[in-house]
């Protein structure tokens, strides 16, 4: 079985190291793994089967839609809106403004469900603000690129409908479960920069001209579009009105709604979110097809439950599993995009943990969160082009400003281990309206 495994990781080695597209790494690997070790099997039947096992999935519905959600807000002015709601509120904490990057954040992710958006859309506003009142661009650059990574996170995310279609868990519940770790992450990065700041104030700016509450309040009316899009989902959904597939339709409809009322909704934008959002679902359903024959295909060649064996032949406590599965996709993740590391692992990693004595969802949420630390980490750390793009910096400088955010998220992971409530307390005890 030892030989049949390093076959198969040498194959998919070599296709993805030559360039081939992930998901059609995915079916190759599968496919000439069954044709060396079982070549009686029909693996093109296997193949046909598995694909549409998985496109026709009725949670991959949500998926599309969600996304078709943040592209029609990426061509809005939500992020301008973000920034005059929340700078009020901030400006006299101890590190001002940056803190408008990890709320505004926070507040996009709900709405939105990608990293890559929630960065784009909010650094297109604050990142100029804060470089213009001469805040610290390391901290500033760190702070967007931890706090973007919420998008993946804070529901409706999009690797969680992913993570609930591949292991079969409920994706509402996945939902809940990232809620509080999603803030809980948000008030960590926000007590670093207070921290920072406290330390050495010269990295903030002088704090604005005081404001009265009233003034404070007539600001955050620009918030009133996220925020009623963000009911929107959260009543629809929780209060059993709609399923997630429905619920991001929902959101779609709100967000038109709120495009409609800025006067954004022009024909090119919406041509534009279309397009972008077949190529992303495509994209998307393409690597969830080749997971999904991978994993078929690592269930006949036996593969999971020889590293299941293994695994349990070293006699590792839980906790040491789950440290060892962090240093694993921490690695992983210089290396592959989250997406692709939670495909390919999947299958084989899974059932050990559950195994072990996990909740699926918990370690959903652990997982993702794995993911989100990919998203900073070079040489594949998205986030990490997003915003160069944005800056011009370097990208080895863009890198060192985000890797205090994540050693953050270590941190986060080590929280979650010791209290798993954080992730299971929602799930456990909100019932769901019918």
């Not at 399923?243 to 967000?255: L, N, R």
């Not at 010791?418 to 909100?430: D, G, K, M, S, W």
Request: hydrophobic content about 55%; glycine content about 10%.
């Amino acid at each position: 079985m030892l030989e049949v495994s390093l076959t198969i990781t040498a194959i998919l080695l070599v296709t993805l190291a030559s360039g081939v597209w992930v998901a059609l790494s995915l079916f190759a690997t599968a496919s000439m793994g069954l044709m060396l070790f079982k070549g009686n099997l029909p693996f093109d039947k296997l193949m046909g089967q598995a694909t549409w096992n998985m496109l026709s999935s009725e949670g991959l519905i949500a998926l599309p839609l969600f996304v078709l959600m943040a592209e029609i807000l990426f061509h809005s002015r939500l992020s301008t809106s973000l920034f005059t709601g929340l700078a009020p509120w901030v400006r006299r904490f101890p590190g001002g403004l940056l803190h408008v990057n990890i709320l505004a954040c926070t507040m996009f992710a709900a709405v939105s469900g990608s990293s890559a958006a929630t960065t784009t859309t909010v650094g297109r506003m604050t990142l100029r603000e804060l470089f213009a009142q001469e805040y610290d661009r390391k901290l500033a650059i760190g702070s967007l690129a931890g706090a973007g990574t919420l998008g993946l996170l804070i529901p409706p995310s999009l690797l969680l409908i992913v993570y609930g279609v591949l292991s079969d868990t409920s994706i509402l519940k996945l939902f809940l479960a990232g809620i509080l770790p999603g803030l809980f992450l948000a008030g960590l990065y926000s007590t670093y920069i207070i921290i920072r700041c406290k330390l050495d104030p010269s990295l903030g700016a002088p704090p604005g001209p005081a404001m009265s509450f009233g003034q404070k309040l007539k600001s955050s009316l620009s918030l009133i579009p996220v925020l009623f899009l963000i009911a929107v989902i959260i009543v629809s959904m929780y209060g059993g009105y709609a399923s997630p597939s429905e619920a991001a339709a929902v959101g779609v409809m709100g967000a038109t709604i709120v495009t409609i009322f800025q006067g954004t909704l022009t024909k090119e934008n919406t041509l534009a979110a279309i397009l972008s959002t077949a190529r992303t679902f495509s994209m998307v359903a393409l690597i969830l097809a080749g997971a999904n024959f991978l994993s078929i295909s690592f269930g006949f060649l036996g593969i999971p439950q020889w590293m299941a064996t293994e695994v349990g032949a070293l006699e590792l406590s839980p906790s040491s599993l789950i440290i060892m599965l962090l240093l694993f996709y921490a690695v992983l993740g210089c290396f592959l995009d989250g997406l692709s590391a939670i495909v390919m692992t999947l299958p084989i990693v899974l059932p050990m943990v559950v195994d072990a004595g996990f909740d699926p969802i918990w370690f959903g949420i652990f997982l993702v969160v794995c993911t989100e630390m990919a998203q900073i980490t070079p040489p594949v750390g998205f986030n990490l082009f997003v915003i160069q793009g944005l800056t011009g910096e370097k990208i080895g400088k863009v890198a060192l400003a985000a890797l205090p955010f994540f050693f953050l998220m270590v941190l986060f992971l080590f929280i979650l281990m010791a209290v798993p409530e954080i992730a299971l307390f929602l799930p456990q005890t909100i019932q769901f309206g019918g």
